[in-house]
């Protein structure tokens, strides 16, 4: 007899997306008119066309796969050479952080690199997660085996760190020892921003207690205050203390094209289940080299085409524009009466639903009264509700008209 993982079953199905695609077809479908006019800023995806530089280079690419002397075929697991050099030359040393080439490992995304790093984890750690939170960091500790069943506050075994109004959406210390800590910042949904001395306390934190933060910057390119770390190797200790994943999904509009990098730094160690303090890099290369076979070449020719002088112009404007967007969507919030969070340096709004109206509740009105589909907060975790997410992934014309409405709305 075959047995599966139980610990899928424990997942929760798939709730939040799959909830709002039923309720806007049952919308569209009871009004057809209205449905014209409906306007999706729920799903995180970017919507504007790659940019020239990286159409440029893959196009290039294309034509050398298709010459015998220039087709290549299987390329390096951990990806190209001129690809991580040019990572960790630009996002790295040039701005002062000491990250070698070999410590960029180039993957199909950052989704997949924030679950596959749990195949380098024992089995022992406490795990931190942010409440609200990026559901892969949880469902993937729950497919390994990391939690108990779920309830309506969350999964037994994981800690969640509540971010709230209160403390700008970055969790304090816990009281309790974790282990793993996932960090996301600028945050998806919250758009909060975490400052240096917070980042700093967190690195304490972690070298303290020989735990390990697992830091999410997705969306560093959309950072505009100065004074905001873009990684978190700006902090001292950090190197000793924290992987990073990156994207080009949201900086070069790659959500369709697929690649990323995480940064494992050699100096990171985790102790083995006898207790010998050992270095995580050589773990995550054979874990790629294994279990990995590499992004296609016409893609990391794509990626390092955004790191060209003209390529990082294009990334700046189409970084511009979805922040233009923002800028939009929360003066309509703002208007609105409503209290609104993110979306200076993060393209997402959360919102602070009216008192009495939960996540979902805004949802229906939002949808049934302006046409709008937003994401509700209660979908990434207890703390989110009371909240609702706007994505400022659009075209500006949408964004105009989605101001426009929400002031409309009598709450
Ligand atoms: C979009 C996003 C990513 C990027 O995922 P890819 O798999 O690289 O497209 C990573 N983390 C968060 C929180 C995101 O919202």
Redesign the pocket.
Known sequence: MAYLNDNYLKLKSGYLFPEIARRVSAFCQANPEAAKRLIRCGI?DVTEPLPPAAIRAMHAAVDEMGKRETFRGYGPEQGYEFLRHVIAQNDFRDRGLDIADDEIFVSD????D?GNILDIFGHQNGIGVMDPV?P?YVDTNVMAGHTGPADDGGYSGLLYLPCTAENGFVPELPSEKVDLIYL?YPN?PTGATAAREQLASWVNYALNNRSIILY?A??EAYISDSAIPHSIYEIPGARDCAIE?R????NGG??GT?C?FTVVPKSLNAATSDGKWTSLHPLWQRRMTTKFNGVSYPVQRAAEALYTVEGKEQVRALVQHYMGNAQVLRKGAKTAGLNVYGGVNAPYIWVQTPPGITSWQAFDRILNEANVVITPGSGFGSKGEGYFRISAFNSRANADEVARRLQALKW
């Open positions: 995180g995304g950052s989704k997949c924030c990026y892969v996301c998806n999410d997705a969306y994943f994207s080009f999904s949201k790659f959500t697929r990323a």
